[in-house]
Structure formats: structure tokens, C-alpha cells
């Protein structure tokens, strides 16, 4: 078929009114002046318009024949089915309303969830032959600093040895484990900003394959030697938020501590980075390493083990090959440094390391881990949910379908093909679910949004791409169809299936099998159960909750203002005394504000990671493997806290940074590590990095609390004194009384007016600190909760839909049971039985399905231990409870019924 | 008188045929023009012009425009376009070949 066809037929299906008349006119001019020609031949006006039309042929079937010539008769077909599908969905507004609200909410509850497990976990990153790519280790980010046998984290030279050694790399490229939250002067500015900064090898770019969309990438050049290469690149999105855009940004420099950063290219838009859910601002070279604060030390550190490696695999080689490469050289690299520790324990470690290569293809993710398991929960429960929804429209269109059984029954018998119309009822299914599903992706659109917000615990929202894009419309569009077949054949076959004279000479046309409809009540008692195992995970899930947040901290979590404070912009070291006593004047001057009662520094504060180390405490085995956490601590930490000191007593001027180091013990410390039957108190220890020399003495002894998660086992920790273990600073923390925001901006000012450039940034309280630990929990409880009464919500729709229905069949027979004596409390059971019997079979399915379920998400839940009955018994009766509503109006409405009206129906 | 009908496939070489001849024509010349050059031997079922000549606007052969005719009445006439040119070329060539050897075959004693 030519183009200039194509077009022609295109523009005939545009005009196919116009065409149609033109054609009319047409035959009827001809008809006319033969029947002229015949009558000036003298025929009789009557004779001549017969022969006329005779000799000219059927008009339908030649009208018929020249529309088919145009080739849009499918087409055609489908369109009458969609006007005829269209009209019928307008018959029923409030069942195609009923279809169309589960169908968006059920299609776009599964974009929505897909879109997020999509970023999270399935699209590879934006750059160039993702599937090369590979990373030494599982890409943990939470490193063994003091260990031999560390394989996710390594120090820079040993990237170094590796590049130049490994035979399996055509490039291999270093990015610091970390991103480094930095403020910055962006030139011409007074301000400094919040700038996230990445520190990468120089070859990361082009190991990656990304290329720049102004100026250039980071090069090896830029890597070559310590200090010199204060060059940036920064991301799309920094320029154009930060810098709005500038057009001139190569010219223009930002400041970090006392070095000035030239920005020599700008990184595409869609390049994130290689972790997802971080999205840096700059990314910095490692040879500047020491000039992005905080000080670090890394770049010659044959041990600071630091950076992840991404190696991009040479062509044709395997990871097999990869990896037994990388494990041998790993050991040369390692054993060969100078400043290696041969010390048998180290030795036996590194006998043991074995280098893990994992594919880079998606990128690494923090998030992954947090929100893969939720997310593939939430799938499944939201496809639950379109299950129920499906069953629904399934049960609405059979109860539809039988109702119109005389329409079928009589295009039957007037020769239209079953497959006909079977067609013609997929169509309208098909039609109902693509509104269903546009509607669908605007609810999609929405709730990613709401969902974004929900998972982001900080001010910021996590920088993850959500929006609906090709795959997702691909995954929303695939939903759709197979909503559409799940819910649109069985009524389509059911309801053409029939007897057509029986149905025809049955005047009723409501014989007595279709009234028991046993699929419409196999579809009831299928949504039951779904919405019974759903229920009861939403009840779980919520227990759970309710259970972390009855879990004691251990400190006080009302009533504290938590700020971040980057004293790294002053560039003093933290061991500086005037470091020291800026953090002591802050402290003491904050406490003295009116409405303050306490305040402090400390280098975490619940739920921002641990520094941690095995202790040597003398009388006690030494056990490697047995982690203390070390917080390092302002004076009035137990006071802001609010933690008891069960014995001994807190850090006070006295400990200075050249007294006897001491330090205070945890509860649980003080049980297991300490000798029994000693008095911790005056006991002397110290951590592997300090030589007995230098040890401290236990000063105190405070309550356990919990560290990182709520639901983490007991913790040991030891607090040390700001003072002998100098610590940058960041978290400051303030117990107050009365109006927060009041608080906040004294607190502010005096921290200004102490030191008018320190940037203070998260404000916000120790109580949402402890709930957006739990973001994850309360996410999946809500969630469930929601979508667990959407999948009740929408049952009960059902069996309403399913009795009202059965009730107006049964019209006539109730009038007569009436008629011959039945009570109305009689036939109102007759009804209600018929849904407390449809809810128990549900029950009495879903109830092993329940058990099922709660194995399965087992490892979510949170003090409970097995199957919770009190919460089976819940959904249980909430269900039945919603069911016999759901039945009652029907019910109501059947012991009505006036026998008189009734035996004259129909 | 009794007639024969059109064989099959070569209506549209007929109406090509006839609008070479005439250069614009409506369906209603067309179908007298038929019946009178072939002196009445071949009959057509009037109306089967019309899907015939949807087929062949489609294909571009022939161009449509609504004119007025002698007796003052809107018809729409048809006229050939350059490929239709061609086709009818296209067609004769092929039915003279099929004829003629149809021909033969009929002649061979």
C-alpha cells in the first residue's frame, strides 16, 4: 500500500459521514435518470422506478461493498461496539460508577506501588552499558574500619593497586561509601548553602560512560596528585536550582572550607549518581579529599577503608573469571602494603576474605534495602486488591449480563454469532477498564507523590524518579487488559451461553439457574477471603506498630529540639581547644536561655549510625566479635536525654583532655562485659585503637537505651567526654519547655551571635527522629490499613450488588411465600442467610490463607509471635460485621415486599 | 435480447476505458457508455460501478469532483489521473494477452 493510499484511507475514515451522503447522492442521480429515460421512453412511471432499481442492485449491499473497499470495516465494527458498549455503560450509571471507582483506585494502587519498586529496585542507571558494570562486594555501606577482612569498603591506594593490577577491568572506578553534606559559599555570595557532595575517583565518569551536558567530566588529570585539582562538576539539577540555571557556570566557583572549586562541567539531567535515592549536588575529585571537610585524611591511607569500586567488565569476560581475578589480587594488594599488620588474628582474617562481585546494572541502594521487602508486600496486597476489585466488576456484569439475557437471546435468534457477541461484551469490558485505568494513572500520579513524602523522614524529599514514564504506562496498560479478561469473560461466555428458545418462550426470562447464580456467589466468596488475609495483615501490621511505639528508648523522647550544627565551615580542627570551647560556650549558653532546661552535643543521637569496636576489659576474655558503640558526649547529654545514670556520675569540668580519660558504661555493658561481682565503677578498659596505657576508667553507669532502630536488640554502648575524644560536631540537641518555635529561634541566635557563619539546618525534635525510624513500619501499617478496608469497602459493594439483585429476581416467589404465610422476619433471614452462609465459607477459606499470609510477612512484625488470634478474630467479626450490613439492605428491602405488587410483577 | 455480464475483473478496465475516451464523466455515462459501445451485449449491474470506483478513487486511479450536469442536476464526475493512465495501459495489455491466447485456443481446430 503506497503512502499516498494510506493517507487517502485515513482521510476516508475522517470523512465517513461525509462520504456516506456523497455516495447516496450519488446512486440516487442515477437511479433517478434511468427511471426518466425509462419513463421518456413511455414506460408507466410505476414499471420504470421497478426496473430502474432492479437493474441497478441491492443499495445496502452495494453501499456495503463500497465501504468495505475503503478497508476500515474492522474498524468500523469495533466503533459500533464501543458507541453500543458506551450507551449501555451510560444505562447503568451507578454500576459503571461503582466499576470505574474500584477499577481506578484497584489499577492505580498497583501503578503506584510498581513505580516505586520500579526506582527502587528495577531500572538500571542512566549510563552507559549498565550491565558491565560490577561492584566489589554487596555495596554495604556500614564498613569494618579496624579489620582485615573487609571486602565491600577499601581504601583508596588499594583502588589504586587494582586498577593498575587487574587483568578483568577495562576500567575500574573509586566513590567514597559516603556522601558528604557539606555548606558552602557559591561565589558573589554572603550565604553559605547545604551543598551534598560525592568524592569520586577521576575516572568515574568515564568508567561509567556519562558525558557532560556543558564543559567536561572529573579526568584522571584531576586525580593525579594530592591538593591540586580544586575542580567540581555538579549536577543538573544543583545548576539549575542553586545557580538558576547560569548559562555562564563554568566561570563561576564555589567555596568549601578555605579552597575555592572551579565548576568545569555540568552532569546530564537524568545521571543520579550510582546510588539510588542520593542525588549529589558536586562531585569532587578524591585529590581533593582533605579540602572537603571534615578533614579527612584517605587519599595516601593504605587502611582508611572508604571507597566502593565499580569495575567495568572488559568484553566477553564472565564474572567468574571476574571474581577469581579480583580474589587473588586482593590478598597481593592487601599482604603487600608496607604498613600491613601481620599479626596472626589479622592473618586469619584475611585467610577468610573473599572478594563478592555484585552487578552494578541498577545501582547501589541504601533504599533498596530498607524498602524492597515493604514494597513487594504492598504488590501484593494492591494486587489483591484489583483481584477483589476484578471479582466485583465480574460479579456486577454477570448479574448485568443476566438481566439482559432476552437481548442476547433475541440477536441470537436473529442470527448474530455467539462470538459476536462475546466480542461486543469484551469490548465494553475493555472499554470500562481503560477508563478504569486512565483514571488509574491520574490516581497513580498522585499518589506517588504522597508516597514520596511519606518514605522521605527528613525535610527533603528523597530524590527518586517516580513519574510516570514509558515502562509504567506499559506495566499500567498490560494491568489493564488483564483486568479487563480476568473480569470480562466470565460474564461475556456465561451470559451468551443459552438456550435461546427456552429463554424466548420463558416470558420471565428469569429461570430459576440464573437466580442461583453459582459463579456470582463463588466470586463473593472469593473477595471474602482476599479481604479476610488482607484485613488480617492490616491488623498485624498496625499491631506492630503499636508495639515499636510502646518499645522503651530508654531517654525521653518529649520535649527535645534536635538541630544539626556544621562547624566544619570554620575550618578548626575538632581536637583544636578553641573547637573545644566553642562547643562548651554553645552548650552553656543555650542552657541558660529561659525555657531551656537542658542542652548538648554528641556525635549521635538516636538513629544517625554508631562508631563502634570490640573493648579489652581486663579479668574478661577479650572477644573480638563483641561490638561496643562509642558516643562521644557534651556534659549535659543524660540530663537533655534524660537517660538515668544508674550509678556514678556524668562528665563535668573536671574531665579535661589531660585528666585520667574516663568513660561511662552502659547498663547491659556493665552485666556481660564487666567481671562479675566487681563494681564496674573505677574499672579500667580500652578500645583496640588505644594502648592499655591510655585507658579509661568507668565513671558511671546509665540506662540502656536503644540506639538505631526501635526494634533492635539491646545495644552495648560507652559514652566518652567530648573533651578527650574530640569529635566534629553536628548534632546538638535541646530540652526545653514551652512554645518549640520560640525555643528554636533563641537557640538560634545564640549559636549566631556565639558564631555568626555556623549553618544550622534540620531542626526538628527527638520525637519525629524516633518516628522517622519507624517511616518504614508505619508506611506498610497505613498502607495495609487503607487497602485493607478499600478490599473490604469493595466486598461489601459486592455482596450488596450480588443480594439487591437476587432480591429483585426473587420478587415474585418472596410475594408468594409472603402471600401464603411467610413472616417478614422470616423472609429478612431467608435473605440474611444466604450472605452469613457466602461470608463463612469466605471466612473459613481466608482463615489458612491468613496463616499463610502471616508466615510470609513474619519477619515484618514486631512482638508478635505467630499467628495473632485476638487480631484473626478482629477481622473476623469486622468482616461479618460489614457483611451483614452490606446484606441487611437488600434483606430490608425483600421483607417489603407487598404480595399483591409482587404477584402482579411482570 | 439477451445479455452477457461483464467478466469478472474487468469492470474496472472498462471504466478506465471509457473515461480515457471522455475525459470526465459521471457513473450514470459511464454505465450507458458500457451498455451502447459494446451494442448492448454486456449488461451491468448499474450499481456495481459504484464500489468499483471507491476501489479505484482509494487506489488513486481516478479523481472525483462534484460537477453539474446537462439537465442543471450535482453529479460527480470522474476523471483519470496519471497512474490510472497507466493502469488501464497495465490492463489492456494483460486482457489482450489473456484474450488472445483464449483466442487461439478457441481457434485451434
Request: charged content about 20%.
Amino acid at each position: 500500500m503506497s503512502l499516498n493510499e494510506a493517507l487517502r484511507r485515513i482521510q476516508m475514515l475522517f470523512q465517513g459521514n461525509r462520504f456516506q451522503q456523497d455516495l447516496e447522492e450519488e446512486m440516487r442521480l442515477h437511479r433517478e435518470l434511468r427511471e426518466e429515460e425509462y419513463i421518456e421512453r413511455g414506460e408507466n412511471p410505476e414499471v420504470a422506478h421497478r426496473t430502474a432499481n432492479q437493474k441497478f442492485g441491492n443499495p445496502t449491499v452495494l453501499r456495503e461493498k463500497s465501504y468495505r473497499a475503503w478497508g476500515w470495516n474492522g474498524l468500523a465494527t469495533v466503533l459500533q461496539d464501543l458507541r453500543y458498549g458506551m450507551r449501555s455503560m451510560m444505562r447503568s450509571p451507578a454500576l459503571t460508577l461503582v466499576a470505574l471507582l474500584s477499577l481506578a483506585l484497584g489499577i492505580g494502587a498497583n501503578t503506584a506501588i510498581f513505580s516505586f519498586l520500579d526506582a527502587v529496585m528495577l531500572r538500571s542507571l542512566p549510563i552507559k552499558d549498565p550491565k558491565q558494570l560490577v561492584l566489589l562486594g554487596e555495596g554495604l555501606d556500614s564498613g569494618q574500619t579496624d579489620r582485615y577482612g573487609s571486602t565491600d569498603l577499601y581504601s583508596y591506594p588499594f583502588f589504586r593497586q587494582l586498577q593498575q593490577r587487574n587483568a578483568v577491568f577495562s576500567d575500574v572506578a573509586a566513590v567514597l561509601s559516603m556522601r558528604n553534606d557539606v555548606h558552602g559559599t557559591v561565589d558573589g555570595r554572603d550565604e553559605t548553602e547545604l551543598i551534598h557532595a560525592q568524592i569520586v575517583s577521576g575516572n568515574y565518569f568515564a568508567t561509567l560512560g556519562v558525558q557532560p551536558v556543558m564543559g567536561r567530566m572529573l579526568n584522571e588529570a584531576d586525580d593525579s596528585s594530592e591538593g591540586d585539582h580544586p575542580v567540581v562538576v555538579i549536577s543538573d539539577t544543583w545548576w539549575k536550582r542553586g545557580l538558576a540555571g547560569d548559562p555562564n557556570v563554568l566561570n563561576r566557583k564555589i567555596k568549601l572550607g578555605t579552597t575555592t572549586f572551579n565548576i568545569v562541567g555540568v552532569a546530564p539531567a537524568e545521571f543520579f549518581g550510582t546510588k539510588v535515592g542520593e542525588k549529589p549536588d558536586i562531585w569532587v575529585p578524591a585529590s581533593m579529599i582533605q579540602s572537603v571537610p571534615p578533614n579527612w585524611n584517605y587519599y595516601k591511607q593504605n587502611f582508611s577503608q572508604s571507597f566502593l569500586i565499580v569495575g567495568r567488565l572488559k568484553p566477553g569476560t564472565t564474572i567468574k573469571q571476574a571474581t577469581s581475578n579480583v580474589d587473588v589480587l586482593y590478598h597481593q594488594i592487601i599482604r603487600g602494603f608496607s604498613d600491613v599488620d601481620t599479626s596472626k588474628r589479622n592473618m586469619e582474617h584475611l585467610d577468610e576474605a573473599h572478594v563478592q562481585l555484585t552487578s552494578m546494572a541498577t545501582g547501589i541502594s541504601g533504599l533498596r534495602q530498607t524498602f524492597s521487602e515493604p514494597l513487594k508486600i504492598l504488590m501484593a496486597i494492591t494486587a489483591l486488591v484489583l483481584l477483589i476489585a476484578c471479582a466485583n466488576i465480574a460479579n456486577l456484569l454477570l448479574a448485568r449480563s443476566t438481566v439482559r439475557v432476552r437481548e442476547f437471546a433475541v440477536r441470537q435468534a436473529l442470527g448474530a454469532q455467539r462470538g459476536r457477541l462475546v466480542r461486543q461484551l469484551l469490548t465494553e469490558s475493555l472499554l470500562l477498564a481503560t477508563i478504569g485505568g486512565m483514571l488509574g494513572v491520574a490516581f497513580a500520579a498522585f499518589a506517588n507523590r504522597l508516597l514520596l513524602r511519606m518514605i522521605s523522614s527528613g525535610p527533603d524529599v528523597i530524590p527518586l524518579d517516580v513519574s510516570i514514564n514509558m515502562r509504567l504506562l506499559l506495566f499500567c496498560m498490560a494491568i489493564t487488559v488483564l483486568t479487563a479478561l480476568i473480569f470480562g469473560c466470565i460474564p461475556a461466555l456465561r451470559g451468551t451461553r443459552i438456550a435461546i428458545t427456552e429463554t424466548l418462550k420463558d416470558g420471565r426470562s428469569t429461570s430459576n439457574t440464573n437466580v442461583r447464580n453459582p459463579l456470582g456467589k463463588s466470586l463473593i466468596v472469593l473477595q471474602v477471603a482476599i479481604s479476610l488475609v488482607l484485613m488480617v495483615g492490616a491488623i498485624l501490621f498496625i499491631h506492630s506498630l503499636a508495639n515499636l511505639n510502646k518499645v522503651d528508648t530508654g531517654f525521653n523522647r518529649e520535649g527535645v529540639l534536635r538541630m544539626e550544627i556544621d562547624a566544619t565551615v570554620t575550618n578548626i580542627k575538632p581536637s583544636d581547644p578553641r573547637m573545644i570551647s566553642m562547643f562548651r560556650e554553645i552548650e552553656e549558653r543555650v542552657s541558660t536561655l529561659p525555657g531551656v532546661k537542658a542542652a548538648s552535643f554528641a556525635a549521635f543521637f538516636y538513629h544517625q549510625g554508631t562508631w563502634n569496636n570490640s573493648i579489652h576489659v581486663p579479668g574478661v576474655p577479650y572477644n573480638e566479635n563483641i561490638d561496643v558503640n562509642h558516643n562521644v558526649i557534651g556534659d549535659g547529654y543524660f540530663k537533655t536525654m534524660q537517660i538515668p545514670l544508674l550509678a556514678g556520675r556524668s562528665f563535668g569540668p573536671q574531665d579535661t583532655s589531660t585528666s585520667q580519660r574516663v568513660a561511662i558504661i552502659s547498663e547491659s555493658v556493665a552485666k556481660n562485659l564487666f567481671p562479675a561481682g566487681v563494681n564496674p565503677i573505677g574499672h579500667h578498659y580500652y578500645t583496640p585503637s588505644e594502648q592499655p596505657a591510655n585507658d579509661r576508667v568507668v565513671i558511671g553507669i546509665a540506662k540502656d537505651v536503644k540506639l538505631r532502630n526501635l526494634n533492635e536488640e539491646q545495644q552495648y554502648i560507652d559514652y566518652f567526654p567530648s573533651t578527650q575524644s574530640p569529635w566534629g560536631f553536628q548534632h546538638f540537641a535541646v530540652r526545653y519547655d514551652g512554645d518549640v518555635t520560640m525555643i528554636a529561634n533563641a537557640v538560634q541566635q545564640t549559636i549566631h551571635s556565639i558564631n555568626r557563619t555556623l549553618p544550622i539546618g534540620n531542626i526538628t525534635t527527638l520525637d519525629k527522629q524516633v518516628a522517622s525510624s519507624i517511616t518504614n513500619q508505619r508506611l506498610v501499617a497505613q498502607l495495609s490499613a487503607f487497602f485493607g478496608a478499600l478490599a473490604v469497602f469493595l466486598s461489601c459493594i459486592g455482596i450488596y450488588g450480588l443480594m439487591s439483585y437476587m432480591v429483585g429476581r426473587r420478587t415474585n416467589e418472596i410475594g408468594i411465600r409472603i402471600a401464603i404465610g411467610a413472616t417478614r422476619a422470616n423472609v429478612r433471614w431467608l435473605v440474611m442467610r444466604e450472605i452469613v452462609l457466602l461470608v463463612a465459607i469466605g471466612v473459613a477459606i481466608g482463615i489458612p490463607a491468613a496463616f499463610a499470609g502471616n508466615h510470609i510477612v513474619g519477619s515484618m512484625l514486631f512482638g508478635l509471635n505467630g499467628m495473632d488470634v485476638a487480631s484473626l478474630l478482629c477481622a473476623i467479626l469486622a468482616l461479618l460485621g460489614v457483611a451483614i450490613v452490606a446484606g441487611y439492605l437488600p434483606a430490608q428491602r425483600a421483607a417489603r415486599v407487598d404480595p399483591m405488587v409482587a404477584l402482579r410483577y411482570e | 435480447m439477451k445479455r452477457d455480464e461483464i467478466p469478472p475483473g474487468t469492470l474496472s478496465m472498462l471504466i478506465l476505458k471509457a473515461l480515457s475516451l471522455h475525459g470526465s464523466l459521471h457513473g450514470f455515462e459511464m454505465a450507458n457508455f458500457i451498455q451502447q459501445s459494446s451494442e448492448d451485449v454486456l449488461q451491468v449491474e448499474e450499481g456495481s460501478l459504484y464500489p468499483a470506483l471507491q476501489r479505484m478513487l482509494i487506489k488513486g486511479w481516478v479523481t472525483a469532483e462534484w460537477g453539474v450536469t446537462d439537465g442543471n442536476r450535482r453529479a460527480r464526475y470522474y476523471k483519470l489521473t496519471a497512474s490510472g493512465r497507466k493502469q488501464l495501459a497495465t490492463e489492456l495489455s494483460q486482457f489482450q494477452r489473456v484474450f488472445g491466447a483464449i483466442n487461439r485456443i478457441v481457434q485451434t481446430a
